[in-house]
Every structure is written in C-alpha cells, then in structure tokens.
C-alpha cells in the first residue's frame, strides 16, 4: 500500500515539476550571449506591412548576431494588453496610446527607462510637450513612435456634393461648434446622409466630449491645497456642450440612427460616404487601408472653435518596455527601434530603414502628409530627415489638410490628470442619454455625472 | 450524555470506515489514477482562480500585485458606487427575462421534435446549428438586425407592413429583452437537444397505453412528457440562473453596456474594472459578489426543491 502511495505522490509531484517547467520554458534566456527580445505590435502575414518588418529583422540580425528578436503580433489595444501586463506576459517592446500611459506607469506595467532614454539621446531631441506624456515624477516610461492633435476629418466627396467648395477648390470647412451644424445640415439635405458623427461608446465619446467641453469652458477638475480632487464640471458651460450633442440629433437630425457608435464605426460610415465630418486625427491610414476609401477625399480642418476658444487634445502612441525586461533586453529594444529609424540619431542607414515604412505607405496607397501631424522630433537633423522624406513620398495634396496643419489659434489641452477613462465612460453614458431620449434633461444629467465621478472616482483616488 | 456501549459502537464505526476508505482506495488505485489529471486540472482552472479571486479581493492591487491588505474596503467600494444597485438589478433582469423568454421555448420545442417523424436529422441540425456559431459572429449579427433607422434588417420588415423604425437595443426598458432573445437563439439549441433526448428515452408503451386510454395530446404532455422531463428541467433552471448571471459577452458586444448603463451587468461591471479602469482589486470583489449571489440562489434553490419534494 505504502509503494502504491509513494508511486502516487512521485506521480503528482512529477506533474507538478512537468507544469513548472513548462510554465518557465516562457521565460527569455540570454545563454550564450544571445538576448531574446519580443516585439509587440509586429505585422500580421496578411498585413503587407511584414514584409518591412521582415527587412527589419534581417538587418537587425546583420548588424548585432547576438540579439534574437521574436515577432509578437499582439497589439496594444486595451483589453488584450492589460491581461497580459497582468500576468506578465507583456513582449519586451509594445505599443499603447497616451491614454493608456498613466494608468500603466500606476499598475506597473512598464519600465523606468529614463537613463537609456538619455544615453541614446532621446531625452534630447522629443519634443519636450511630447515627452512630458511619457514623464512621471520625473523618470520616463516610454519612447513616444506618434503625435497628433485632434481635428476635424471632412470627406471631400459629400462637401462637393453639398456645394460647399471654394472657388480656389477648397472645401468650406466649418470654423465653430455652430457652423458645424450648419454645414452637416447642408449636407444631410444635399446627400441624405449624416452630416457628422460624434461617438457614443468604450469611452470614446467621452474623450471627444472632453474637447467639445472644453472649447465651451468647462473645467472637468480641479485639486484644492490639501491635494484633494473635487468634479468641477456640473456648469452651465457643460450643459450647453451636452445641449449640442443633444441638439446634433433632436433638432438639426444630422447624425446617424444608430447612438451606439465608436471610432471604428466612425470611420466606416466616414469611408462609405455615410458620414461627413467626425474629429480624429490624420492621417487616418485605416480608411484607406481597410475601408477602401480614395485618400484624395480626406480632408482634415482645424477643431472648430467653442465660445471658450479652440481647444484640441494632443494624443499619440508610445513604445514602452515590459517591467520584466532585463537592461540587455532593453538595451537590445532600443537598438532595434535605432534600425527602424525611431531615433534621434540619424545615419544613412537608419535613414534609409526609416524611408521603407514611407515607400510601403506610398505605394499601399496609405496617405503620406507633408507636414507630420504634431512635431514629435526637435532636433535639426532628425526633422530634415523626416521632412526630407515626406517629400520624397507625400501623395495626398497639400490643401486637404492645410487647415488642420494653421495651428495658429489651436489651444493644446492636456488629457485630464487623474481618472481620465473613468471620466470618459461617465461621460459616454451621458451622451447616450440624450441621444436616445428626446426629453432627457441635460442639467440633471451633467450634476448626476459630476457626482457620480466625485462619489465613485475621485473620493475613492489613494 | 454518551453511553459506553454508544462509544465503543462509534469507534468501531469510525475504524471500519477508516479501513473502508483504504480499502476503496487500494482497491481502486488505477481509477484514482486516472481521476488525477482532472483533478489537477479542476485545481488549476477552477479551484486555485475562486480562492485566489477571494483572497486578492482584500487586498489593493497595483496592476496584478498585492499592495497592502484592505480588509473588506474593496467591497465597500463596489458596493457604494452610485451605480451598483442599477447593476444588480439589470443582472437580475437578465435572469428574469431569460427565464421568461428562454426557459419555454426549449421545451415546446423538444416536443415538437419528439412529434417529428420525418426529416429528424434536418430539424436537429436546424435547431442545434446556432450554438456552434461563435458568440462574437451571432452578437455582432444581431446588432445589426437591431440596427435603428430604415437600415436594420428588423426595421426593414417593420416598414413592409408600414410601421415606422423602432429603436431596439436602444430603448432603455427594453434593450435587456432584445439580448436574451438573441441569447436564447444561440444557446437554445443544446438545451432542446437534452430535453429531446429525454423525451426519447420514454418508454413507448406509456403513449400507446394511454392512447388506448382515450388520451389526447395535452393529456400526454400533462401526464407523460412532462413528468419525465421535470428532473433534467430543475437541472437547466440553475444552469440557466447561473450562466445568464454572469452575461458579459452580449452586452459588451452589443451595447457596451449602454444605453446609459441600461444593460451593464455585474460581469460587465467586473470587466470594466479591470480592463478599462485598471482596478484589479475591484474587480475581483465584483467577482466574489457575484460568486456568492449565486451561491445564496443555489442554496435557496435547493432547499425549495427539497421541501416540494418531500
């Protein structure tokens, strides 16, 4: 019997060994002098953009034989990163949006990388507003790859439909909140279609509220001396933002039927000719790429002016590095983002890795701007370099987004500090409110919204 | 007070069933063994994340890892926020209509089935095909039949006999209704088929003598199809509960939870701690809330099933 228990045990221990073992064959090595780094965010076979990664891969190879890179085709979208950031399975390298930063540098998610941020020379040469997302109490946590700020994208093709061009060919773009609804009811009767399309949903339309509120007056928050955070936005100024939304559907009736909508479905009914305008940021490549839209009809113009001013919001995405990455690995990290050319060091061949990405865009027929949609590089030579190579492959005109580029009176408006996604999806229930009731009362809604973020956010922050 | 001979008749008790339990064990040292790997399995899948969903819920959390012990702060949390009680009640809504909408209809179909006598395969299949679509594909599809406007599929028949475009999944009384149909579409399917297998094993002589009996159809549901099936029903019942209790994949697919919150339910509510808000800790208490809502309806459950049949 005592054999039997014995042969029993050693068989449950042997399944345990079995199941850690294989748990820990996950894990990177570095024997022999090779470091294994992940690469979050690499191209799927049917994207045509792998074969530049490809390239990528094999100068990398070329140029260190001891650093190992292993595709990883995850993307930094919220839901699939956060469940691998908490298991830490994160691949070494990964991109997120601005969005996703603060609340990744409080769950631990990425690594302080501020001293090889500097020994590589991005401290330096980023733009310092750009490099301010990625900073927190002092240390930085990422390397910004995109900036943009907010505009509003019009589609050329219903503009014209409409009658709303300029005799030197430009398109009427609206200048305010309340030309907005002029023109998209212009539009609605010249095409039948929406004359805009605001999103409603996964916290989205309550990112591109905060915009909207903003140009109107509304402070969303604000900390006293004792460093306490109170809702500062039950106002008449965001009454009457909220008003506008609700005006957009029941009044003027120049949005779609549909009041579940989010950025995605923006861009569809944008690309099909179903919708005129919607704030985004260019260059908008999905559009063309997985929409099929002519990219000669996408127009960007200047967010449109509140009563308060002309406020945009500057977002982007951001390279970050898993908090169990080793220093080789991160050292490795940022010798591949110098092969593809994200670097303040330009060479000519970075230059020329940099180019591919351009010439693939160029000839996927994938928008290539003049102008970059915020200036994310500071340094001299890193700015010719970029300019000198949008010229190389610019192939939209310069008017469609010559508006959007007049930052003249634009107003860059911080994300807001603290509670930001707990304060879109607030938000977001808000404007579903009013577009789907006519009789919703704006003014209970916005206190009801300021209290419940004031009671469930900002009196619960540590 | 224990008497003597109680005593000895209890060690003796404890002794054989000692023996017995060894004995068992010995006896069936193989079919032990091969129990081991769902065992482990259970352990690893279903044992190790509930305890470990209980314990992390008393702590803070920054992103995966325990900060400090909170006590029962987390649950405080949850439970205050303005938005819980209308949470709790949409679950219950959830599990209200689905019984309603949900519980019958399987039924009455597997009878029908049962009636069948020719094309069986064909109507099986027919009815068992939704449940191996994917949920993502069914959801997305029923989304857009519930499109509003003229562009939706059920508002495109709406206006061939002249009504005019109804709002769907956007009226905020009803959206909760138009889930469970879509739900009840997708998932019927196996139910159906274990209500037809039962209805199947029914011993043929039962309708032929009642037949004999003078009995029509009502009568043979009534006394014959109906008390068969009762056993394998109370089974559903909880399944039932217990799976659309934890509806998350439908409302986040179709909804997202809106309009404004009118479709948000406490797994909904978990999922959005976690992967939209970063409160792991959260949304573990969400979970324990959940987990043991569902035990309290299971017990009472129970003990009504047993007092009716006693």
């Known amino acids: ?462 | 007070m224990i008497s003597c001979t109680d005593s000895v008749q209890r060690t003796f008790i404890h002794k054989k069933r000692k023996k017995g339990v060894g004995t068992i064990f010995k006896q069936n040292i193989t079919g032990w063994l091969m129990l081991l790997p769902t065992v482990i399995f259970a352990y690893f899948i279903i044992w190790r994340p509930t305890f470990v969903g209980f314990y992390d819920s008393l702590f803070k959390m920054n992103g995966s890892a325990l900060v400090s012990f909170t006590g029962l702060k987390n649950y405080i949390d949850v439970i205050t926020d303005t938005n819980f009680v209308t949470v709790l009640g949409n679950t219950f809504k959830y599990t209200f209509w689905s019984l309603v909408i949900g519980f019958v209809p399987p039924v009455f179909i597997a009878m029908l089935l049962n009636e069948v006598r020719k094309g069986k395969d064909f109507f099986r299949i027919g009815v068992y095909l939704p449940v191996v679509l994917p949920g993502i594909a069914v959801y997305m599809l029923w989304y857009y039949m519930y499109l509003p406007g003229t562009s939706g599929l059920l508002n495109t028949f709406l206006g061939k006999v002249g009504i005019s475009p109804y709002t769907w999944l956007q009226d905020q009384n009803l959206a909760i209704v138009w889930i469970i149909i879509s739900m009840t579409w997708h998932s019927m399917g196996g139910t159906v088929l274990m209500y037809l297998a039962t209805l199947q094993g029914i011993n043929r002589e039962l309708y032929e003598a009642a037949e004999i009996d003078g009995a029509k159809i009502r009568h043979k549901i009534r006394y014959i199809m109906l008390p068969h099936i009762y056993p394998v029903a109370l089974l559903l019942l909880i399944r039932q509960i217990i799976g659309v209790f934890q509806v998350m994949e439908q409302p986040l697919t179709m909804t997202g939870g809106g309009p404004n919150g009118a479709t948000t339910s406490l797994a909904l509510l978990a999922y959005k701690y976690a992967f939209e808000y970063y409160k792991f800790d959260k949304a573990m208490a969400t979970g324990v809330i959940t987990f043991l809502i569902l035990c309290v309806l299971t017990g009472a459950y129970l003990v009504i099933e047993k007092k009716l049949n006693d």
């Open chain 1, 1 to 462: 019997m005592r054999t039997k228990m014995k042969k029993c045990v050693s068989l449950l221990l042997t399944g345990t060994m079995i199941l850690s073992l294989s748990a820990l064959a996950g894990c990177k090595n570095e024997k022999n002098g090779t470091v294994s780094v992940t690469i979050g965010d690499w191209p799927t076979s049917s994207d045509s953009n792998a074969k530049v990664y490809e390239e990528y891969k094999n100068k990398m190879k070329e140029k260190y034989p001891n650093i190992e890179i292993i595709p990883d085709q995850s993307t930094g979208n919220a839901t699939s990163y956060v469940a691998r950031a908490s298991s830490g399975q994160l691949p070494n390298l990964y991109v997120t949006s601005y969005t996703e930063i603060a609340n990744a540098v409080k769950s631990g998610f990425c690594a302080d990388i501020t001293d090889y941020s500097t020994k590589f020379g991005y401290t330096q040469s980023i733009n310092p507003l750009v490099l301010d997302k990625v900073t927190y109490d002092k240390k930085i946590y990422g390397i910004p790859s995109t900036a943009y700020a907010l505009g509003l994208a019009c589609n050329k093709k219903m503009f014209e439909q409409a009658g709303l061009v300029n005799e030197d060919g430009s398109l009427q773009y609206p200048s305010t909140y309340e030309e907005m609804i002029e023109t998209a009811a212009k539009i609605k009767a010249a095409t039948g279609q929406a004359g805009v399309v605001f999103p409603t949903m996964n916290n989205q339309g309550g990112w591109i509220f905060t915009c909207l509120a903003w140009s109107y007056g509304v402070k969303f928050m604000e900390q006293d001396e004792s460093g306490t955070w109170k809702a500062t936005f039950d106002t008449n100024e965001c009454v009457q933002a909220l008003q506008y939304i609700k005006d957009l559907k029941w009044k003027h009736n120049v949005l779609p039927d549909n009041a579940f909508i989010d950025v995605t479905e923006e861009k569809k009914l944008f690309a099909s000719d179903q919708a005129a305008m919607y704030i985004i940021h260019p260059p908008e490549r999905m559009l063309v790429k997985t929409y099929n839209m002519d990219k000669n009809n996408i127009c960007f113009a200047r967010v449109p002016e509140g009563p308060a001013g002309r406020y945009t919001l500057m977002g982007g995405n951001v390279y970050m590095i898993s908090p169990q990455s080793t220093p080789e690995q991160i050292d490795a990290v940022f010798k591949f983002l110098d092969v593809i050319g994200h670097t303040p060091n330009v060479t000519d061949e970075t230059s020329e890795n940099y180019e591919m990405n351009y010439k693939h865009d160029y000839e996927e027929n994938v928008p290539v701007m003049k102008e970059t949609a915020f200036p994310l590089w500071i340094n001299e030579a890193r700015t010719s370099v970029d300019k000198a190579v949008r010229n190389k492959y610019v192939n939209v005109p310069d008017e469609n987004f010559a508006d959007y580029s007049n930052f003249e009176d634009v107003m860059v408006h911080e994300e807001e500090p603290v509670c930001a996604q707990e304060l879109y999806s607030i938000l977001d229930s808000g404007i579903q409110e009013v577009l789907t009731d006519s009789n919703a009362d704006c003014g209970a809604i916005v206190k009801r919204m300021a209290k419940d973020f004031q009671v469930n956010h900002l009196d619960k922050l540590d």
